[in-house]
């Protein structure tokens, strides 16, 4: 299964921005969870590491 949404992925059958909404660094997650909490989020939201 990976193996097929992986080749989608890289044919450009699907984009993974239509299934990501919000992006927060890592010195924001507080704000994150209460943006989840709060159900402010519409698709998913990813936590970036820098």
């Known amino acids: ?9 890289a044919d450009g059958t699907i984009h993974l921005r239509d299934y ?3 992006y927060f660094s890592f010195s924001c997650i ?4 209460a943006r989840l909490e709060r159900r ?6 990813i936590v970036i590491f820098e």
């Open 20 to 22: 990501i909404s919000d």
């Open 40 to 45: 402010e989020i519409s698709k998913k939201g």
């Open 30 to 33: 507080l704000d994150a969870f």
């Open 1 to 9: 299964m990976n193996e097929q949404i992986n080749n989608w992925l």
